[in-house]
């Protein structure tokens, strides 16, 4: 199950929300807005997200992590809005009968998550400039097209 | 001649300055609308690493678009 969230992510309650007797581990990843990116100082992210297609993608993008690497439960939660820094903006959770699938699953997902699905990233930086992740940069260095 | 709504995102949106907008042209494909709202918001950015939904479908540059659809242009992704 994937889901949008506008408020903080309660990390302990989620991981409790896997629980499941036929696993033997459990593997998360979160990740966390920092205070620099390519040599600017950050102050805050914005992220915004289309919702539907989010949903829609994520959940493909589980199928495909079970496919390959079975587990038993999985949970992603992807936070839209104004964060702070040191808040968590998206957790993934696995959980699997042995290590191996429950930490290629996250990885995966991570992975796919943060390539695939309509999710965008705007940095406020401590000058008062800000920019979209990935948008001018890209087009900048010749790395798009 | 089309009539095709395009939704924008992000990037898109601020340099369309509107959310939505419904737009006449010629378009086979959504190559054709990417490409027309370029010209028409003066926007840079190539399509290489942007993506595009037609009627909230994940779609193709090369995929048709038919009159009526509603076509989501989606600047690069940067998730997590």
Request: hydrophobic share 40%; with cysteine.
């Amino acid at each position: 199950m994937i889901e949008v969230t506008e408020t903080p992510i309660d990390t302990s309650a989620l991981q409790r929300s896997l629980a499941n007797h036929a696993a033997g581990g459990y593997c998360a990843f979160e990740g966390w807005v920092r205070n620099e990116n390519e040599g600017q100082v950050v102050e805050r992210l914005e992220y915004e997200a289309y919702e539907p297609l989010v949903i829609a993608e994520g959940e493909k993008v589980l199928a495909e992590a079970k496919e390959r690497f079975p587990y038993l439960e999985a949970r992603c939660v992807h936070r839209v809005g104004l964060l702070e820094l040191g808040e968590c903006a998206v957790w993934i959770g696995v959980a699997s009968a042995h290590r191996d699938e429950a930490f290629k699953a996250c990885r995966y997902m991570i992975d796919e998550i943060k390539v695939r699905l309509p999710i965008w990233k705007k940095e406020h930086y401590a000058n008062g400039d800000s920019g979209w992740v990935n948008c001018e940069r890209c087009a900048a260095h010749g790395i798009a097209d | 001649m089309k009539t095709i709504t395009v939704r924008y995102f992000a990037m898109f949106r601020e340099h369309a300055g509107v959310a939505e907008e419904p737009l006449s042209l010629e378009a086979e494909t959504a190559r054709d609308v990417f490409e027309f709202t370029r010209d028409r918001h003066g926007s840079t950015e190539p399509n290489g690493h942007c993506k595009v939904a037609i009627n909230d479908h994940m779609a193709d540059w090369d995929t048709p678009v038919s009159d009526g659809d509603t076509v989501l242009l989606f600047p690069p992704v940067a998730g997590g």
